[in-house]
């Protein structure tokens, strides 16, 4: 499942697309895009963990790995990785990837990961990940179509805190407080 894109545009990739590092001026932009694309509907684990300070946090730490694709004035799709070193063995991983619907099987996320790799490779990394959730088949589908394999399948669990007991106990205390308060300071009978 995904946002649509235009059918009549699938396939005609666009000549005008610039992929450049991503500047201050982009973070808005950028985070605004992903709210767009990373819906509660659609993929409710990406929605959860992009906010804007994830672009920020990103921005400050990995800025050779956050990219966007620009069509003339506008944005036309972001990639932020990273690189992780792990013993002798060094890792690009995209974390986040997206296209403006309107910009979609034009070929954006084909050049934005194109010039990532390229990069990550000539940093050493030998070895790239990425992942996603197993509904978000344009992204399973890209990905495979890129060279990605080897699927493995990841469980998130989740829990309503609202019913640990500790929340409860937390709440009784809070009660509790708040009637001590009101005992010590009486309110005075209206006139
Ligand atoms: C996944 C995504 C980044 C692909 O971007 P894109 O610019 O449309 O991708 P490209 O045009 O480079 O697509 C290349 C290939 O990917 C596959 N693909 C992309 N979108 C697809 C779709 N909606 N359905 C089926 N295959 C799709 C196709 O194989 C396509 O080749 P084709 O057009 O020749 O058939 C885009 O759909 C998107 O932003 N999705 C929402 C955000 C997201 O899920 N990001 C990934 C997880 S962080």
Request: charged share 30%; proline share 5%; glycine share 6%.
């Amino acid at each position: 499942m995904s946002l649509p894109s235009d059918p009549d545009k699938a396939n005609t990739h666009l000549p005008n697309v610039e992929i450049r590092e991503m500047d201050i001026d982009d973070l808005a932009a950028v985070f605004h895009l992903g709210e767009l694309l990373f819906t509660s509907d659609l993929y409710p684990y990406l929605y959860r963990t992009w906010d804007e300070w994830e672009v920020i946090g990103m921005y400050n730490t990995d800025p050779e790995y956050c990219l966007v694709a620009q069509i003339e004035e506008e944005l036309a799709g972001f990639v932020l990785g990273t690189i992780i070193s792990k013993a002798s063995w060094v890792y690009g991983y995209i974390i986040w990837l997206g296209v403006s619907p309107q910009f979609q099987r034009r070929g954006v996320a084909d050049k934005l990961v194109d010039k990532i790799v390229e990069r990550m490779i000539e940093e050493g990394a030998r070895f790239m990940l990425v992942d996603t959730d197993p509904t978000n088949e344009s992204a399973v589908k890209f990905f495979t179509r890129k060279g990605f394999g080897n699927a493995r399948r990841h469980v998130y669990l989740s829990m309503n805190l609202s019913k640990h007991e500790f929340y409860g106990r937390l709440i009784t205390y809070e009660r509790d407080k708040a009637d001590r308060v009101r005992q010590r300071h009486p309110k005075r009978p209206q006139q």
